[in-house]
């Protein structure tokens, strides 16, 4: 067994031990099967009888359909039907993208199907029902339709304006949402300030590319009025409230399955009309249907995510403390806001998280969000976090340069100390457990900075550019009621799981969690058989099916093991309780003397035990020998959610060090370092693992990944040709390390740790890059950093 | 014009013969197979983009969605379920042990790549072994569990 | 995205192979693939028949053909990499090969079908114009030699006839003293570049006595720079007079990553970067 890595949290018993695999980084053995070709993805499944679909999508950015013609379309070989808009509104009902509890949101009524106007280029228009999706492609060519182009309006930045066009006439403009954050008094401050600086940064849309694109088969079950959905979601749940409510179905009778996903990253948590109109064709037609996103429809329907131009100010005085910030941000998020979670959360989050790791006095933020005739924007991995983190540090090494102070000491001194918690992040968003200091100091010990500077200036020496940063960040956890269900929507904040122990000894584990490669099943399983005593292969899992599993939130914003973890620990104490109990009454002792190991019920001072097999065995089957009034109960139930708090914080420190070619722009990642404190790690090459992806994510957004856009709202790079995500040869190896505050609201005292390095990562790399191009006295500000940008930064172009 | 809307043609998949069978024209080998039942080959892009769909066909790796059923004829096929000889089963254990994928979607893609690596027998270091698999898209790992793993694979060959 | 309905011939020899593609000027020969299938599955290319090439032996032949190095159609870009012919003869072409796309698509894609296909981002084209080879294409009238200068009329635009197939490739053999020398600046490994140079140079870095230069993802087809050539031969290595001749010289055009201005800018530097390539 692998040795202990971290240092473990009292609650959870002592490490000497057997069976205890909290800590541990064991490997992924139920994960195998992916390595034999045995995973089970959605596009994996055929059903009897099961038809395909091919979506008829809006060539244009904005457009009038003036009629549409399918007849010549539904004569086509193999095809069952085509519909349009008329047909599927007949079973599903439109939706709305707003929640009640930010203040005013103004988003018009969706549909599945574009109905008169296509708001976005890729909006689903009609589609073709066939026995093959090559079929109903072949169909979607004999469609017609009388478009009458419209003019888009594709720029953020002019969508106010008065001559905007308005893309949804009854709003009167293309206003979606606005917040003012404003906490003491920014403008009194800046004026006692003895340096203040400013920055405008700009973040380009990207998406989240996920290998597996979105796929959905719906089977709609007349004879038991039922409905299944095989779907690579997030939240099993939150489908089903919305499928049946939609479908005006009752929610009992639709039942979601999650099998494999082939990731995720916040893309597939959302409700895409596409998906809606799949259910809606099963229904009507009573026949299992599959839809399976190729590779253009994923780069012009999956939710796009940044989108941001982002003004900020910082004042310090001569001694680098911080006197105050400021933030104005604007985002734009195409056409509607996302169902149900809205497109405002990336926004709110920048106003919350902005300076969330300082003591800043006075903060004053403004949000604005608009509408354009792009894909829709919602949120994505590390929601906000990228350009509250970019826009904060970029502020904070202009404000050290000014003043003549070290990058690490400038954030040093304006930290909300360690022992400072519970307190607030500049925005007043609750702030607890968490470790800014300790972790930069981690961060300063393992990056040597003293070489790496040297470095630096040699370089320099050679005609190179390098330089370096260091960033603090919080990262958004385990979020509580406080983040949707209070607005409205119904997203349970509460997991729940149920653990039994069965008759031939084997336990049985199920959670409302879902598996998308984390590690969700691996980390259940060591909770599980770590609380319980048993041998981990002992315990088998159930994820991703509303019908086996308790109920709950599934897994998004980092909530798997602190909020998901919880409920496992929480249950599979129980079930221990209950075991123990029946095992005093067969062995007649002092439930106290006992307890479990190696899936045995031990006497702690030694003789004989009884196996849990046997043990389960007089339960199940011989339950008569039982003293009267036994509880019998060899199964447990436990649920968790976080109270009283929006978020359970995480932070991360990172640095990394980078060398631009002046010839031809290119910026080649030396080295990268990232500290992070998540709390308990129940399984430490798991969370290092969340980090490297995380930050390899957040480089894409740095440096390489960008919907392009011409002026008419035409998507220029939909192929992975063409949008370029990273790939292995450009990439760095990253050095992790961690800092452990255990989160004081579980016993398990786990935080998330999922976001921090997409979140991170952009602003540690930007930070880098302007250190080394200082020197030559340049400057970037735009996200992707391309070699053009830089080239045109250093004035070779 | 000439030739047929369908093919008529025989290949092995993991040593089984599938002798005079009907494919699409247009069909392509990854969307065959998959018909078929081995679902382990992923389509991820149906342009040679993300190396999802890797497979070993007359023992050289291609992408199976850039290339035509029909063109299988005479072909030896091997998809990931048939990577079960003592040096995949070793190199599965090292994707294991080292965490080398998270979902999964990309690994028979990325496991046929690291094959061809080690049947070159060539000593890489950590950067030709970037170099190699640049050609498969990893949105989880960030692929550095994936350079260790097939790191300890070069080692153990060699 | 699945392809449209096309037919399928697997042609069972050249004859066989030239005689429909004669007939039927909607058919579209199918050797490595490794372009086509990507345009058929997107719905971007909708052939009516695609003659499969691939099987027909002979085609993929490497051989010391008098003064040249002849590169038969069907060797894929990984038998070319591996032959000892082509190390012992023209050893750029590992280096320039191991920059086009990924092993796996190496192994099916084949030097013909780049050749033929005329991307003016790829390498091969833009290699054959700056060695001076002559593609052998196969018709109705038989086989014809045409010089890599000449093949190449614009965007993905060959001197090709509908009846005729590339059958191979014949680079001359390098003189003594000659040396081909490559670079190419590119967002991503084994993406296609922002822009590209082959250079071929008679002399030793401090001692150049002939140089060609062709370019590749610059414009619509291999970019030929006599010009700037005879002006660095004349004066060493000056950035801004070797911009400004290129660009008068080649007709820069932009794309996604990278403006027509940044092209420029590369050609110009990647003079340099191949330059400091020679021994000296």
């Known amino acids: ?797 | ?158 | 995205m699945k392809a449209a309905h096309f037919s399928y011939h697997e042609a069972l020899n050249l004859q066989d192979a030239i005689k429909i593609k004669a007939h039927d000027d909607e058919s579209v020969i199918l050797a490595g693939g490794q372009s086509l299938l990507p345009a058929l599955n997107m719905r971007l290319s909708s052939p009516t028949c695609l003659i499969d090439i691939s099987k027909i032996s002979g085609l993929n032949e490497i051989k010391i053909d008098g003064q040249t190095l002849f590169i038969g159609a069907l060797a894929t870009h990984s038998d070319v990499m591996n032959n000892k012919t082509v190390k012992n003869n023209m050893p750029c072409m590992f280096d320039i090969l191991k920059m086009v796309a990924h092993p796996a698509i190496r192994n099916k894609g084949t030097h013909g079908g780049s050749i033929a296909y005329g991307d003016p981002a790829a390498e091969l084209p833009a290699l054959a114009v700056a060695t001076n080879a002559e593609i052998i294409v196969s018709g109705q009238n038989g086989d014809r030699s045409i010089n890599a200068k000449d093949f190449y009329l614009g965007l993905f635009e060959t001197t090709i006839n509908q009846d005729e197939i590339v059958v191979g490739i014949k680079y001359p053999l390098l003189k003594k003293g000659q040396k081909i020398v490559f670079d190419e600046v590119c967002r991503r490994h084994g993406d296609y570049a922002m822009a590209g140079l082959i250079a071929n140079v008679m002399g030793s870095k401090n001692d150049i006595k002939d140089l060609k230069l062709v370019f590749f993802a610059t414009g619509d087809k291999p970019d030929v720079a006599d010009k700037t050539a005879r002006l660095c031969l004349e004066n060493g290595y000056d950035y801004d007079k070797l911009k400004n001749s290129l660009s008068t010289e080649i007709d820069f055009a932009g794309d996604l990553n990278s403006s027509s201005e940044m092209k420029l800018h590369l050609a110009t530097v990647l003079i340099k970067k191949v330059l400091s390539k020679l021994e000296i």
């Open chain 1, 1 to 797: 067994m692998d040795d202990i890595k971290v240092n473990q949290n009292p609650k959870l018993g002592s490490l000497d031990r057997p069976n205890s695999y909290i800590g541990r980084s064991l490997p992924r053995e139920n994960a195998k099967k992916h390595l034999d070709g045995g995973g089970q993805f959605v596009d994996d499944l055929t059903l009897p009888r099961m038809v395909h679909v091919a979506f008829l999508r809006s060539p244009f950015a904005h457009a009038e359909i003036k009629s549409i013609n399918t007849n010549d379309a539904k004569k086509s070989d193999g095809v069952v039907d085509v519909f349009t808009a008329k047909e599927i509104d007949e079973v599903c009902k439109p939706w709305i993208g707003t929640l009640g509890h930010l203040g005013e949101m103004r988003s018009p009524e969706q549909t599945p199907l574009a109905k008169k106007i296509a708001r976005w280029q890729g909006e689903p228009v009609a589609v073709v029902i066939a026995d093959s999706r090559a079929q109903a492609e072949d169909a979607l060519e004999l469609i017609e339709v009388d478009w009458a182009e419209k003019e888009a309006q594709v720029d953020m930045e002019t969508a106010l304006d008065s001559n905007a066009v308005v893309i949804h006439p009854e709003l009167g403009n293309n206003l979606f949402w606005t917040r003012t954050v404003n906490q003491g008094d920014v403008e009194k401050a800046f004026k006692k300030a003895d340096a203040v600086v400013e920055a405008t940064l700009d973040f380009a849309r990207h998406t989240g590319v996920t290998l597996e694109s979105r796929g959905i088969v719906a089977d709609w079950n007349k004879a038991e009025n039922k409905m299944t959905i095989y779907h690579n979601g997030q939240a099993p749940h939150m489908m089903q409230h919305i499928i049946a409510k939609h479908l005006d179905l009752n929610e009992g009778l639709v039942r979601i399955v999650s099998r494999d996903v082939g990731g995720s990253f916040g893309i597939k948590v959302h409700v895409y009309p596409d998906e809606m109109a799949v259910t809606a064709i099963s229904k009507k037609i009573g026949r299992p249907v599959k839809f399976i996103a190729d590779r253009l429809e994923s780069f012009t329907t999956d939710i796009h995510a940044r989108c941001h131009k982002i003004s900020g100010k910082l004042g310090v005085d001569k001694n680098g403390k911080i006197l105050a910030m400021e933030i104005d941000d604007l985002s734009g998020i195409g056409p509607f806001s996302m169902y149900p979670r809205t497109s405002a959360i990336e926004t709110n989050q920048v106003l919350n998280l902005s300076g969330a790791p300082y003591v800043i006095p006075n903060y004053k933020a403004v949000g604005t969000v608009v509408f354009q005739n792009k894909t829709p924007m919602c949120q994505y991995r590390a929601v906000g976090h990228p350009i509250a983190v970019a826009i904060t540090e970029a502020l904070i090494d202009k404000a050290a340069y000014k003043i003549d102070m070290d990058i690490d000491k400038i954030r040093k001194i304006n930290f909300i100390p360690d022992n400072a918690y519970p307190n607030k992040c500049p925005s007043g968003v609750p702030l607890e457990d968490l470790s800014h200091e300790a972790s930069m100091d981690k961060l300063l010990e393992i990056m040597d900075i003293k070489e790496i500077e040297a470095q630096n200036e040699e370089d320099f020496k050679k005609g190179v550019l390098t330089g370096h940063g260091v960033i603090s960040m919080c990262e958004v956890t385990n979020p509580s009621p406080l983040f949707y269900g209070v607005g409205g929507a119904h997203i349970s904040s509460q997991d729940g799981a149920s653990i039994r122990l069965e008759g031939s000894g084997a336990i049985h584990l199920s959670s409302s969690i879902t598996e998308q490669g984390q590690g969700t099943e691996a980390i259940m399983k060591q909770i599980a058989a770590d609380q319980l005593g048993v041998k981990m292969e002992s315990v088998r899992v159930t994820l991703g099916d509303t019908d086996a599993t308790p109920y709950g939130g599934g897994t998004w914003a980092s909530r798997g093991a602190g909020i998901g973890g919880e409920a496992v620990l929480k249950a599979a104490r129980k079930l221990k309780d209950n075991i123990l109990n029946i095992a005093a009454a067969i062995m007649q002792t002092d439930k106290d003397t006992l307890d479990i190991e190696d899936n045995n019920v031990i006497r702690k001072n030694g003789g004989e035990g009884i196996t849990l097999q046997k043990l389960a065995e007089t339960v199940y089957y011989r339950g008569h020998e039982l003293p009267k009034g036994t509880n019998a109960e060899l199964l447990a139930t436990a649920s968790f959610l976080i109270e009283g708090i929006p978020f359970v914080f995480t932070n991360s420190a990172m640095g990394c060090q980078v060398s631009i070619d002046q010839d031809t722009g290119i910026i080649k990642i030396n080295k990268f370092w990232a500290v992070e404190d998540c709390g308990t790690q129940i399984n430490p090459k798991l969370v290092e693992e969340q980090i490297r992806g995380g930050v390899i994510q957040g480089i894409g957004g740095a440096l390489f990944e960008e919907c392009v856009y011409d002026n008419q709202g035409n998507m220029q790079n939909a192929t992975m040709a063409d949008y370029l995500v990273p790939m292995a040869y450009e990439m760095p190896d990253i050095i992790v390390d961690h800092v452990t505050t255990n989160s004081g609201r579980s016993i398990i005292g786990a935080k998330g740790a999922g976001e921090a390095g997409t979140g991170g990562a952009p602003a540690v790399i930007m930070n880098a890059v302007n250190n080394a191009l200082k020197q030559v006295n340049a400057e970037v500000v735009s996200q992707p950093i391309t070699p053009e940008k830089i080239l045109k930064a250093l004035g070779k172009i």
């Open chain 2, 1 to 158: 014009m000439a030739g047929n809307n369908s093919v008529n043609i025989s290949f092995t998949v993991n040593g089984e013969n599938f002798n005079n069978v009907n494919v699409p024209s247009r069909q392509h080998l990854a969307d065959y197979l998959r018909s078929q039942g081995f679902t382990g080959t992923h389509l991820g892009c149906e342009q040679g983009a993300c190396g999802a769909c890797t497979i070993e066909m007359d023992g050289k790796a291609v992408r199976s969605c850039l290339v035509l059923a029909s063109q299988a004829n005479g072909a030896n096929l091997k998809t990931v379920e048939g990577f079960d000889d003592e040096m995949m089963e070793k190199v599965k254990q090292n994707f294991l042990k080292h965490n080398a994928f998270q979902c999964g979607f990309c690994s028979p893609g990325m496991l046929m790549t690291t094959k061809e690596i080690l049947l070159n027998k060539k000593k890489l270091t950590r950067d030709e072994i970037r170099s190699e698999i640049s050609g498969n898209y990893c949105r989880c790992t960030g692929y550095q569990s994936i350079v260790d793993a097939i790191e300890e694979c070069i080692n153990e060959i060699n």
